[in-house]
T-cell receptor, first 115, second 112 residues
Framework: GAVVSQHPSWVICKSGTSVKIECRSLDFQATTMFWYRQFPKQSLMLMATSNEGSKATYEQGVEKDKFLINHASLTLSTLTVTSAHPEDSSFYIC???????????FGEGSWLTVV | LAKTTQPISMDSYEGQEVNITCSHN???????ITWYQQFPSQGPRFIIQ???TKVTNEVASLFIPADRKSSTLSLPRVSLSDTAVYYCLVGDKGDSSYKLIFGSGTRLLVRP
């Protein structure tokens, strides 16, 4: 299947700092990518849809100023968690829409721990 | 977006066939049905996708009745490594705002 890669796999940061997570589609171009977060033993929650060259579309309840999404190229989307707090600690997963076929493939996920 | 309902959990034994059924009563005409598998601390992995009747690939089969209000993922001869959470999702792939909203999924435990 298609390959979507995230970096870093895990990161620890101090409260109040910002951290960036990258999502790359390695073998296809993706005009649309998605960002999810997942808490232990829970399902994935869609945070936002990232569109190449335009602003991201955020789901209800997700703070756009806190979770900055940039999709500057057809193979890269980034999620920046600004002014991180311990409650932002979670598993963040990205996915990318591959065409033709419109099948969505997921990255390996990134663990964020805010201390 | 059509909501899906799956059993919360299922148990099986190695070598058995496992069938996980998903209900999607409000599925729209253009919606496709997609199943993903997720292991702990990993992103979901695409298993299979279909629109109607039966789809088969190297790892699973997907059965969709004529009314499309449900679908069944069939895993032949499961092994311990098939222990995971399985998600059923529906969505219109042709829609410019296509996205996947996850339900609770089915936790499959395969016992020796």
């Amino acid at each position: 299947g298609a390959v979507v890669s995230q970096h870093p796999s895990w990161v620890i940061c101090k409260s109040g700092t910002s951290v960036k997570i990258e999502c790359r589609s390695l073998d296809f171009q993706a005009t649309t990518m998605f960002w999810y977060r997942q808490f232990p033993k829970q399902s994935l929650m869609l945070m936002a849809t990232s569109n190449e060259g335009s602003k991201a579309t955020y789901e209800q309840g997700v703070e756009k100023d806190k979770f900055l999404i940039n999709h500057a190229s057809l193979t890269l989307s980034t999620l920046t968690v600004t002014s991180a707090h311990p409650e932002d600690s979670s598993f963040y997963i990205c996915s990318a829409l591959r065409n033709p076929g419109n099948t969505i493939y997921f990255g390996e996920g990134s663990w964020l721990t805010v201390v | 977006l059509a909501k899906t309902t799956q059993p919360i959990s299922m148990d099986s034994y190695e070598g058995q066939e496992v069938n996980i059924t998903c209900s999607h009563n409000n599925i729209a005409t253009n919606d496709y049905i997609t199943w993903y598998q997720q292991f702990p601390s990993q992103g979901p992995r695409f298993i299979i996708q279909g629109y109607k009747t039966k789809v088969t690939n190297e790892v699973a089969s997907l059965f969709i009745p004529a009314d499309r209000k449900s679908s069944t993922l069939s895993l032949p001869r499961v092994s311990l490594s098939d222990t995971a959470v399985y998600y059923c999702l529906v969505g219109d792939k042709g829609d410019s705002s296509y996205k996947l909203i996850f339900g609770s999924g089915t936790r499959l435990l395969v016992r020796p």
